[in-house]
């Protein structure tokens, strides 16, 4: 499981602020996901932690969520 406020602190410890990181962390927050079984929809759930599967965005911050440090580019 990934865990939001990491990979948060890991993007600012890259120098990564602003907009784009109002953006990523508004995309982590209030996440929500319904599961279907045959025919039948159930209730809503909230995602707590982890990502949300089938986005862009998803695929690119699981890596960074793996590493430890992250070097700066100079």
Avoid at 9 to 29: A, H, M, S, V, Y
């Amino acid at each position: 499981m990934v865990w939001r406020e990491r990979i948060l602190k890991i993007l600012q410890t890259c120098d990564i602020n602003g907009n784009l990181l109002i953006f990523i962390r508004n995309f982590l927050t209030n996440r929500s996901f319904n599961v279907k079984i045959n025919d039948q929809l159930l209730s809503s759930h909230t995602l707590v932690n982890g990502l949300s599967q089938g986005s862009v965005i998803s695929v690119t911050l699981i890596p960074s969520s793996h590493k430890r440090h992250m070097s700066k580019s100079s």
